[in-house]
């Protein structure tokens, strides 16, 4: 018995929890906050863009607009009467039958009788027109007569520069990338790879700068147009812009290659460009897919240096000395303007989610590749 | 005359003198052997003797790595290796086998065409012929005959190093050197490589290193030691395992008692 008690008792001196057990449970709590709250905000700005962009599309209201009040005069609406309701004009209203009441208030319900059925019938307005929305060039959404939400100019306009910039970011960034994973030794090797992670540091406003003080006069000057922001300089800063990350991401692709693959090869009597064309890159094709679908995400994502360097104007370019306008650019320049909750405001989140929607996809099949890498 | 095989062969690899370097350093000196055709030349030893660097020297690998270099001379039918100006074409002459196979992430079929198909080769019919013929050489061809186009790299690791060994085997070469094949082979496997093995010896010259002194012993006819950077001596197998050894440590390495 005597025996018993004292076993016991030395289990409950060891069983003490001391300093090293708190410091883990509250590490545990600490990164566990820190994950949860990352997801948590990432949920909430995905909810935020989401509920503002959704309103949009399907938001519909009633108004008094120009058609209605052009409908109004072809029924003979007495010019008094007409006068006297154009304080409703622009006022939106959440269903007919208030915009219905609001002109009764003014005219009177017997005089608004035989107008009934125009007002209920053709004052409906929707801003956002899924055809119009994906099919038309016009952005105009500060328009005073009738705000027009079409995003083809902007979605060709970041398209083109997306395009242009991976034409050259391509050939540059596989270049680097096989040059530093397969031919540079040593130091030189060490050294390039410190300087295109420094490059892929460069923040985005001094690319913009770049295209702007520099690339712009180069451009009227070497090809002798009349303005230098345009898709060809938005996507050589692009291009310069996304290489260095593609270079990186890339480079690992190749480092992964095993080198038992490469001497078996060398063994053979391959030459260097076999080793790499024959073996190597396919065997990183993965990582080399992703690496370039990541360029286009990035490239589709870029705000600032497009911004600058685009031109910013609205237009479907023709040739590559068109200025344009992107996608993100709009919403950057935009949305400081636009008023709380008008259409303008919500038109712009609902931009943000085609954005989103595009990046994402980009970004998850880039992913999807990665990880049949890892599977193979 | 029968137990001298080699003597009675024209040499096929001369190397005089030869000394390894990695960065400076020393791994690999005073190698000194000649290899006939028609010969298996065994080299055995511990880890870390300079066995692989030697198989990699001849080859020239030392081009591609700045950190490698040698000293002496090899010469491949009577050619200085250094003085060879198309190295890929001294390579194609030379198979290599690695001690961990290397199934390249390609079909069984397009891992023995490879080389073939470097060297220019672009008929099917051509190309089929030479698989055909290196996967049977190999031992190879009834396993896997009707699954060419499954990848390399889902065979069992004993197939994997016949198919190694027939990928070697595509370029038709006029010696074949073979890095501690059976590391990662089961003993049974081991045997058809070795049988695979004496009938190639009728074709061309075959270099095999070993860790395994049992093997250099069913195989070679004459036989190296290497031991901690230096050649400690080259006989006949068959004089080395019948204590005709002039040097101690041999017969301390073929009995076990250290390595």
């Known amino acids: ?376 | 005359m029968d137990s001298l095989p080699h003597k009675n062969n024209p040499v096929k690899l001369e190397v005089s003198d030869v000394a390894v370097r990695y960065d400076g350093r020393t791994v690999l000196s005073g190698v000194t052997f000649d290899v006939h055709e028609h010969e298996i030349f065994g080299i055995i030893g511990p880890a870390n003797s300079g066995k692989t660097s030697f198989l990699k020297t001849v080859n020239r690998m030392d081009i591609f790595n700045p950190a490698m270099s040698f000293t002496g001379r090899i010469r491949f039918n009577g050619k200085d290796i250094r003085k060879w100006r198309n190295v890929y074409s001294l390579r194609k002459r030379i198979g290599v086998v690695f001690p961990l196979p290397v199934g390249l992430p390609l079909t069984v079929y397009e891992n023995v065409a490879l080389a073939p198909r470097l060297a220019g080769v672009t008929r099917r019919v051509e190309l089929d012929i030479i698989v055909e013929r290196c996967l049977a050489r190999a031992a190879l061809w009834d396993e896997v005959k009707d699954r060419l186009d499954s990848l390399g790299s889902l065979l069992s690791g004993g197939q994997q190093q016949r198919l190694t060994i027939a990928r070697a085997l595509s370029q038709d070469p006029e010696m074949l050197m073979l890095d501690e094949f059976s590391i990662a082979v089961d003993p049974v496997t081991t045997m058809r490589i070795e049988d695979v093995l004496k009938e190639l010896k009728k074709e061309m010259s075959i270099i095999l290193v070993t860790n395994l002194v049992q093997q250099a012993r069913r195989l070679a006819d004459r036989t190296a030691l290497f031991l901690n950077g230096e050649v400690v001596e080259v006989g006949l197998t068959d004089d080395l395992f019948s204590g005709l050894v002039q040097d101690q440590r041999t017969q301390d390495y073929l009995d076990g008692r250290f390595g």
Request: proline content about 4%.
């Open chain 1, 1 to 376: 018995m005597g025996q018993a008690d004292s076993t016991s008792a030395t289990c409950n001196t060891d069983d003490r929890r001391n300093l090293a057990w708190f410091i883990d449970k509250a590490v545990q709590v600490l990164v566990f906050i820190a994950g949860i709250s990352a997801i948590v905000f990432i949920i909430g700005i995905f909810v935020f863009i989401t509920k503002e962009g959704v309103g949009f599309i399907l938001k519909s209201n009633y108004a008094l607009s120009e058609s209605v009040f052009n409908l109004l005069e072809d029924q003979k609406m007495p010019e008094d009467q007409l006068d006297a309701i154009t304080v409703l004009e622009g006022k939106k209203f959440s269903t007919a039958e208030d915009l219905l009441k609001a002109v009764e208030g003014i005219i009177g319900v017997e005089a608004a009788g035989p107008y009934k059925e125009v007002l209920i019938e053709k004052s409906h307005d929707q801003p956002f027109h899924v055809k119009s929305f994906f099919t038309s060039p016009k952005w105009a959404p500060t328009s005073e007569i009738k705000p027009v939400y079409g995003t083809l100019a902007l979605m060709v306009g970041t398209a083109s520069v997306t395009g242009l910039a991976m034409l050259i970011a391509i050939p540059f960034s596989l270049g680097a990338a096989i040059y530093i994973g397969e031919f540079a030794t040593g130091r030189k090797r060490e050294f390039l790879k410190i300087l295109v992670e420094l490059l892929a540091a460069i923040p985005s406003v001094v690319w913009g700068f770049v295209g702007l003080s520099m690339l712009n006069p180069l451009i009227i000057k070497l090809f002798n147009v009349p303005i230098g922001l345009n898709v060809l300089n938005a996507g050589v800063i692009l291009g310069l812009m996304a290489a260095p990350i593609m270079t990186t991401i890339a480079e690992d692709a190749l480092k992964a290659v095993p080198d038992r693959y490469r001497e078996a090869a060398e063994a053979m009597g391959a030459t260097r460009w076999q080793i790499i064309f024959k073996v190597v890159v396919p065997a990183a094709r993965h990582g080399l897919v992703a690496a370039v679908l990541l360029g286009v995400g990035r490239g589709f994502g870029e705000t600032m240096a497009v911004l600058m360097a685009t031109g910013h104007s609205i237009n479907l370019p023709t040739s590559i000395f068109d200025s344009v306008r992107a996608m993100t650019a709009t919403i950057a320049a935009e949305l400081g303007e636009a008023a709380v909750g008008s259409d303008h405001y919500r038109a712009l989140f609902t931009l943000g989610i085609l954005l989103f929607l595009i990046t994402f996809m980009i970004n998850l099949s880039a992913d999807l590749i990665l990880r049949g890498v890892r599977k193979e």
